[in-house]
């Protein structure tokens, strides 16, 4: 009986095992598919880019309706934005990367003036900072389109140069002097949080290139010494470091985001008290539907929604890095890995001023906070990924054998090229060098080329050209020495 006993035992113990394992080879099975990464891509823009809508629709209508104008006037900019965002998307999975390298030093030069124009009365303040371009109703900030326009031209130029990348001057010009005027550029408007955003490009680039590690320390040591100074330099940064420091110092002025976000989380709990109806967006938290959004998901759908949300971010944060590593073209490589880095630290930075790990710097959630510029040049890089992901040569060759596919041809995607490798210059062959006068050069050992490339490898032309002058010497000198005897 203990016998019969213990078989359903064994079989109970077996089965979750066994469940396990074959949902794991089938993910396994699933994720070496060669579209499984741009699958996995769109999946994670459309839940972001809904969840977004969904979002700021619910943080932004009552405090609408508490000003007097309509619930939905901040959700309409926003899906106006999002359907501009879409077009360009499209546009990006269907344009050549090849072309997109080849325009990004143009776009890197139309940046750099736009940063400039923008210091001038061309620009419109907001929030105490000149980086706005204001056309009739379409405003737009140059600084997010520079950020993608520097992760294009400078992995461009260090791919370019990747054979002379061991020494620091081919290193660092002419990449780290732009980014060092693009930053000043920014810094006059000024934009920190634009700031920040761009040095994580540029060590993502320096990084992904293979740059030694202790220029990564004298970096790390000028950002800290760069942050003190301008912490120091202006009154409301240093108010912002105070205030993260110390938040109950100031509760009702600069601590009142920093404690209303809490409360806010807190009082969400593990499912949250639904959509629309927590009561930060009444007022008491500021910026509410853009900088502040992650509290509202906390307040209204919880623990859950604030997992779902990381969870999100860290699937982009690998898909966008495994698109990196399974890519051959070191380009698309540097590329793809960067633009990840990008956003993921920017989705990181956003979390962590609003849980109090980090100071408020002013920065958006990608896809999920309210913001035009914002919301489009983060739709771009989107599609720029997903252009990538179709270049990976097992998806390049799926593609162009096994048609477009479902996803591919209702989007009328085209064919990815594959990678070819650059074609190596011959080298010339040198010539002989003059020799000086009553100087004698040192005669070079004959080599037997037969015995050198072994005994069926025939003699090189010279050496056939060099056997025949020798035997027509042998034989003319014989010829003379018949005739003297002859004589």
Known sequence: MTVVADKPKSKRKVRPAGRVASLRGGLTSWLSRPLADFHLLLAIFGMLTVLGLVMVLSASAPGQVASGVSAYSVFQKQLI???????LFWVMLRFPLRKLRHFSTAAMGIGVVLLA????????VRGGARSWFTLGPVSFQPIEAVKLALALWGAHVLVTKRALLSQYRHLLVPVVPVAMLVFALVMLQPDLGGTITLGVVLVSLLWFVGAPMRLFGVIAGGAVAGAVVLAIGAAYRLQRVTTFLNPDADPQGAGLQARQAMYALAEGGLFGKGLAQGSSQWRYLPNVESDFIFAVIGEELGFVGCALVLALFGGL???????????????????????????VAQAAINIGYVVRLLPVTGLTLPLISSGGTSVVTTMVVFGILANCARHEPEAVVALRSLGPGRVGGLLKLPAPEAYRLPAKRKPSRPSTPPRAPGRRTAQLPVVDERRMAGRSAPPSEYRRRESRRTQGRSEQGRSTRGRGRHN
């Open 317 to 343: 944060a690998w898909v966008g890095l495994r698109v990196a590593s399974r890519n051959t073209d070191p380009w698309i490589r540097i590329v793809a890995a960067t633009l990840t880095v990008w956003l």
């Open 81 to 87: 934005y999002v359907c501009i965002g879409a077009v």
């Open 117 to 124: 124009l923008v210091l001038t009365p061309l620009g419109d």
